[in-house]
């Protein structure tokens, strides 16, 4: 099961973001990714080795939310991406306020549009 500090200050809002993409579980984003041949946990991992376990998840979440919108542009799964990123934000915090995460994915999908 993905554990990470802070998991039951964020749980409702991730379960959230996931339900309206059919996914139960982070666990399930993990599967959703495997089958893709994708484990972007172990990517956050050997390009960030100092990256916390919350943000290693939080792209595992974005790239299985990608995968099923169905994204097949790198500019469209960036901002996907995003989506996974701000459900991480922790309610009511600064960067949940300021949509960091989508503002993340958001300038991927720019960077990558250009």
């Known amino acids: 099961m993905a554990n990470f500090e802070g998991?039951?200050?964020?749980?409702a809002?991730?379960?959230a973001a996931l339900k309206e993409y059919g996914i139960s579980?982070?666990?399930?984003?993990?599967?959703?990714?495997a089958a893709k041949g994708i484990d972007?946990?172990?990517?956050v991992e050997e390009t960030q080795p100092i990256a916390f376990e919350?943000?290693?998840w939080a792209y595992t979440v974005g790239a299985?939310?990608?995968?099923?919108?169905?994204?097949?542009?790198?500019a469209d799964a960036a901002a996907a991406i995003g989506i996974g990123l701000q459900a991480f934000c922790i309610p009511?915090?600064?960067a949940e306020n300021r949509k960091v995460g989508l503002g993340h994915g958001n300038l991927g999908k720019m960077l990558l549009s250009e």
């Not at 998991?7 to 749980?11: A, Q, S, V, W």
């Not at 972007?40 to 990517?43: D, G, L, Q, T, V």
């Open 92 to 94: 009511g915090s600064v």
């Open 64 to 74: 299985a939310i990608a995968i099923k919108k169905g994204c097949t542009k790198a």
């Open 54 to 56: 919350n943000a290693k």
């Open 7 to 11: 998991y039951e200050r964020r749980e």
């Open 40 to 43: 972007p946990y172990k990517i």
């Open 13 to 15: 809002k991730i379960l």
């Open 25 to 33: 579980s982070i666990d399930e984003c993990k599967e959703i990714c």
